[in-house]
């Protein structure tokens, strides 16, 4: 059964700081991993998503590896801002698509 | 093309209760996926469902949950004689393909149920 690990659970930086979110699964028979943000009483942001066959993903500030066969993923925030501040969720998907979700990073980013 | 709309965004249920929770899919979509998030936790997989078929429900608790997701209208999850246990927010999630690794799922906003 897969298994998403995600550390740290909780993370407070100063503004500016670049940081490392990581993510690891146990099983490395996946079709993809995608990153998402929640906010506090909200729904999922869709951040980055790394198919199977890729290495790693790019979207401004944002970047995203994958090591398959280690089965491990970070997400890479370059200078953080307080509006970034969120839950930070790591997914994998499996047979028939669906997700296996870590239990999040909670980021807050102090002004 | 309007996003994967769930409702009713929050339900207050007393326990013993039924709830009913509703997930339009995106236009075009005929795969849904339903998740539960506890307080504090990662979403967990409850149901994926086609059209008029159940395709995998090993996320689902073996008693009082139920998922259909009809030829018409939308898809609903189904709690019956709830506890408190069952506060939790339900997404649901749309997708147009299987199997393809540049899929992915479109989250609803989610459903906050709380059970007095």
Request: with cysteine; charged share 20%.
């Amino acid at each position: 059964k897969q298994e998403v690990t995600q550390i740290p659970a909780a993370l407070s930086v100063p503004e500016g700081e670049n940081l490392v979110l990581n993510c690891s699964f146990t099983d490395s028979a996946i079709y993809n991993l995608q990153w998402f943000r929640q906010d506090p009483g909200k729904g999922l942001t869709s951040l980055l998503l790394i198919q199977s066959s890729q290495r790693e993903q790019t979207s401004g500030r944002l970047n995203a590896s994958l090591d398959k066969s280690s089965g491990r993923s970070t997400l890479y925030i370059a200078a953080s801002q307080p509006g970034d501040s969120a839950t930070y969720l790591c997914a994998v998907t499996g047979n028939f698509n669906k997700f296996y979700f870590g239990s999040g990073t909670k980021l807050n980013v102090k002004p | 093309n309007a996003g994967v709309m769930q409702n009713p965004r929050h339900l207050v249920r007393r326990r013993g209760q039924e709830a009913r929770l509703r997930c339009s899919p995106m236009k075009g979509h005929s795969h849904v996926y339903w998740y539960r998030q506890l307080p504090e936790e990662g979403l967990k997989f409850m149901v994926y469902l086609q059209k008029e078929n159940i395709i995998d429900e090993s996320g689902m608790p073996k008693e009082r949950f139920s998922a259909e997701f009809p030829k018409e209208g939308p898809s609903i999850l189904r709690i019956q004689q709830v506890v408190r246990g069952d506060s939790a927010a339900y997404f649901c999630a749309s997708s147009p393909l299987l199997g393809g690794s540049t899929d992915t799922q479109y989250f609803g906003p989610g459903t906050r149920l709380t059970v007095l």
